[in-house]
């Protein structure tokens, strides 16, 4: 029997939500280990190149991916399938990635844009541009359930000086 061990979770990879399985990124692949016994086990290899966010979804049935380019991927660790592929970026390269319920991705790119993904249609919503204010990269971290703390960027003056805004947001259905 092969041992494997996965010493910690580095910053491009990601646990489930209730910490039973991992994705490890690569260049080229996703690795699904399940971590919930003794020793990791790969349970799924998932191609898409220069991946850069991952998260699961809060059953740990689909995995959302993006890559260093923008694109999209949803994939089902249930059906090992591949249910939503962007062939075109549509999106910069962004920060975060999230799962807001079963069906819905939420995630920043670093144009300072917010966006909601809906899985079943397929349908990438613009939800804010901060461009009145030229924020960039900005990075949205979970501070609860449906809230989100997001931190940005914003060049002052066309000089060196760059100030950091924060902002609050709450989401809700609808």
């Known amino acids: 029997m092969t041992m494997m061990t996965i010493s910690q979770e580095s910053y491009r990879s990601r646990k489930s939500p209730d910490n039973k399985f991992l994705a490890d990124v690569s260049r080229t692949h996703i690795f699904v280990y399940?971590?919930?016994?003794?020793?990791p086990i790969l349970i799924d290899q998932i191609f898409f190149q220069n991946?850069?966010?991952?998260?699961?979804?809060?059953?740990n049935q689909l995995l959302g991916v993006r890559s260093t380019s923008g694109r999209l991927l949803v994939y089902s660790l249930l059906t090992h399938e591949t249910v939503f592929l962007?062939?075109?970026t549509r999106t910069s390269e962004g920060s975060a990635l999230y799962f807001?319920?079963?069906?819905?991705?939420?995630?920043?790119d670093w144009d300072g844009k917010i966006y909601i993904f809906s899985v079943p249609s397929?349908?990438?919503?613009?939800?804010?541009h901060f461009?009145?204010?030229?924020?960039?990269?900005?990075?949205?971290?979970?501070?609860?359930d449906k809230e989100?703390?997001?931190?940005g960027s914003v060049p002052m003056?066309?000089?060196?000086?760059?100030e950091t805004e924060k902002y609050r947001l709450s989401l809700s259905s609808g």
């Open 100 to 108: 807001l319920d079963e069906n819905t991705l939420f995630f920043s």
């Open 86 to 88: 962007q062939k075109r």
């Open 51 to 59: 991946p850069n966010q991952v998260c699961f979804s809060p059953s």
């Open 131 to 144: 461009q009145e204010n030229d924020m960039r990269t900005p990075v949205i971290l979970a501070n609860g």
């Open 122 to 128: 397929a349908k990438l919503t613009l939800l804010h």
């Open 148 to 151: 989100w703390i997001m931190f």
């Open 157 to 162: 003056n066309n000089d060196e000086k760059i």
């Open 34 to 39: 399940d971590i919930s016994g003794i020793a």
